[in-house]
């Protein structure tokens, strides 16, 4: 059975910072898309950042270019989300995801089959 478990989420002040990790179970992130998205309420799933499965390279959204970095230690089957300089504007449940397929390029929330159950960030102003 395929399990993703997000932790590290928490409440921080605007300014500071977390980080997030997902660890995976019955199966591997190699060659694999892996996205974070979060969804806030009221809101759609957001996506934030991604490791394609296709070149290897980490895509963020713009919001959060140059504050969040995503990496990834397949040694451990986990990827993480460094978040830095956090506003109150990212306060949302932050969700990780993978696609089952390998080869294949960051997608819409929609191409991803894996998902955790997700974590809750909260930045007070």
């Known amino acids: 059975e395929v399990q993703l478990v997000e932790s590290g989420g928490g409440l921080v002040q605007a300014g500071g910072s977390l980080r997030l990790s997902c660890a995976a179970s019955?199966?591997?992130?190699?060659?694999?898309?892996i996205g974070w998205f979060r969804q806030a309420p009221g809101k759609e799933h957001e996506a934030v950042s991604c490791?394609?499965?296709?070149?290897?390279?980490?895509y963020y959204a713009p919001f959060v270019k140059g504050r969040f970095t995503m990496s990834s230690d397949n040694a451990k089957n986990t990827v993480y989300l460094q978040m830095n300089s956090l506003k109150p504007e990212d306060t949302a449940v932050y969700y990780c995801?993978?696609?089952?397929?390998?080869?294949?390029?960051?997608?819409?929330?929609?191409?991803?089959?894996?998902w955790g159950q997700g974590t809750q960030v909260t930045v007070s102003s």
């Open positions: 995801a993978a696609d089952h397929h390998t080869g294949i390029d960051c997608g819409p929330s929609y191409t991803y089959d894996y």
């Open positions: 019955g199966f591997t992130f190699d060659d694999r898309a």
């Open positions: 490791i394609s499965g296709s070149d290897g390279m980490t």
